[in-house]
Structures are given as C-alpha cells and as structure tokens.
C-alpha cells in the first residue's frame, strides 16, 4: 500500500531565504507526482505536476524535483515571501484513473 | 473564470440527522472527485466518478454515505444517518482527465460539524 510522507510538519523561516519541503514514497510505481497548497479554510490549489519520465518542474520561484528510484521529491521555493505562507501537499498518482495518495503537509510560515 | 462551486460551505446537524452536500463541477469536465480532509487522517478519497459513471467508492463507509451524479452538472454526497465522526471538510474536485498532465481543480470545500 502506498504511503506518502512529508517532512517537516512545519516550517517557519524569515522572508527572503530559500527552502526545501520534502515528500517520500514507499511505492515508486507512480503515474505521476503533484504539490498542491492550501490557504486556511480554502480548497486546493495545484502547483506542480511531474509526470514519472521527469526529473523536475519549475513555475517562477518553484522548483519541484523527482527521483522515482529513491521514492522522492522535493519542492524548492526561492526568496520566500509572506505570501507564500500555506500548507504544501505532496500527492502521487499510481495509475491513469487519477486517484490522488496524500501525504499529511508541510505547514509553512514566512516571517516579515 | 471557471470553478468547482460547494454548497453549503458551512453546515452545523445533530447527529442522526441527514447531512446532503453539493458539488458543480467545473462545466466540461468528465471526472469528479470527493475528499474528505481531518486533523488525524488528513486527505482521503472517499469516491470518484468518470462520465457520471461512479468508478471508486471503496473510500466511503458503505452503510451511512453515498455518492450520485444525477445531472454533469451537480454531484452530491449524502450522509445518513450522521455521527460526530463525520465532522470534516469535505471537498469536490473535477477535472478533464485526458492525458498524464491534466489536474484537479478543487472546490472551497463544506465544513461539515455533527453535535
């Protein structure tokens, strides 16, 4: 059964630096990986898609990582802001029906 | 700017009562999805339905919930009769599942408390 794991919970960094979120699997039969963020009391919202013949996606100061072999992925986020301030979710596709397997998030925190 | 709509986004019921949330998928998508998101259990699939055909249910507790597509334009998620364990976020997502890049778009979700 696959199990998707993000570490750390919680993060919570000045304005300005970089940083990583890390997501692991223990299946690394995958269809495809997402990150998504959520704001408090919204729904989701989705960043990055990598689909498993890809090594990594960027979207402006995003880049997501994946190595299939290893069972990770990593999301990069360049010159944080306060904005950036959310829950990031990590979830693996096993198949073309879509299904979505969730790890439990990073809450991230920016400080001004 | 097309979005998936829930209604109601709140909703506060005694338990045993019946418990009916609405999903408008996004016009033209052909999948749709319901989650439901705890502090413990974080997000969980309850059911998802392709064409309005439902594909996968094995997420929802068979006795109490259940998941239609009466219409492309309105899917539904019923729970009867509702515990206080049932109190959650429940989210819809739809999406055009064609090819290996397409997403979900995710509802704001309705925060379901049962007493």
């Known amino acids: 059964k696959q199990e998707v794991t993000q570490i750390p919970a919680a993060l919570s960094v000045p304005e300005g630096e970089n940083l990583v979120l890390n997501c692991s699997f223990t299946?690394?039969?995958?269809?495809?990986l997402q990150w998504f963020r959520q704001d408090p009391g919204k729904g989701l919202t989705s960043l990055l898609l990598?689909?498993?013949s890809q090594r990594e996606q960027t979207s402006g100061r995003l880049n997501a990582s994946l190595d299939k072999s290893s069972g990770r992925s990593t999301l990069y986020i360049a010159a944080s802001q306060p904005g950036d301030s959310a829950t990031y979710l990590c979830?693996?596709?096993?198949?073309?029906?879509?299904?979505?397997?969730w790890g439990a998030g990073t809450k991230l925190i920016i400080k001004p | 700017d097309a979005r998936v709509t829930q209604t109601p986004r709140h909703k506060v019921t005694e338990m045993g009562q019946e418990v009916t949330m609405r999903c408008q998928p996004i016009?033209?998508?052909?999948?749709v999805f319901w989650y439901r998101q705890t502090m413990m259990q974080g997000l969980e699939l309850l059911a998802y339905?392709?064409?309005?055909?439902?594909?996968?249910d094995s997420g929802m507790p068979k006795d109490r919930f259940s998941a239609e597509m009466p219409d492309a334009t309105l899917a539904t998620l019923k729970i009867q009769p509702s515990e206080p364990r049932d109190s959650a976020v429940y989210f819809c997502?739809?999406?055009?599942?064609?090819?290996?890049?397409?997403?979900?778009?995710f509802g704001p979700g309705t925060r379901l408390t049962v007493l």
């Open positions: 299946d690394s039969a995958i269809y495809n």
């Open positions: 997502a739809s999406g055009l599942v064609r090819v290996s890049t397409d997403t979900q778009y």
């Open positions: 990598i689909q498993s």
């Open positions: 016009l033209g998508h052909n999948t």
């Open positions: 979830a693996v596709i096993m198949d073309s029906n879509y299904q979505l397997i």
């Open positions: 339905f392709r064409n309005r055909a439902p594909l996968d």
